[in-house]
């Protein structure tokens, strides 16, 4: 499986982006797709999962009302919604699959160690 993160860019606080993950290979090899972050000095954090066979989602506690996962109905393509852009939003942004089934807790939807396949990022910098 092969992950493609795009939509990054500058923008200004109060703005808004839509990431894109995009995957390739057997969807049989993943049910969900989760999107986390990484501020230089930082560690990766959870933003996001969204489980493509029972469309479950989990969000970080903190971002969930400005950031929103969704996807299309084919499974390969995931989309991260995100308003009202602050400057410490500023990161590397990450989409990762996880090949696990089955219902999970948030705390575990937001674990980088339980995926399995990782894209390259893509860098969204916010700008005050």
């Known amino acids: 499986v092969q992950l493609q993160a795009s939509g990054g860019g500058s923008v200004q606080a109060g703005g808004s982006l839509r990431l894109s993950c995009v995957a390739s290979?057997?969807?049989?090899?993943?049910?969900?797709i989760g999107w986390f972050r990484q501020a230089p000095g930082k560690e990766r954090e959870g933003i996001s999962s969204i489980s493509l066979s029972d469309d479950d989602t989990y969000y970080a506690d903190s971002l969930k009302d400005r950031f929103t996962i969704s996807r299309l109905n084919a499974k390969n393509t995931v989309y991260l919604q995100m308003n009202s852009l602050k400057p410490e939003d500023t990161a590397v942004y990450y989409c990762?699959?996880?090949?696990?089934?089955?219902?999970?807790?948030?705390?575990?939807?937001?674990?980088?160690?339980?995926?399995?396949?990782w894209g390259q990022g893509t860098q969204v910098t916010v700008s005050s």
């Open positions: 990762a699959a996880d090949r696990t089934i089955g219902r999970i807790t948030t705390t575990q939807a937001m674990d980088a160690d339980r995926y399995d396949y």
């Open positions: 290979g057997s969807t049989l090899d993943y049910d969900a």
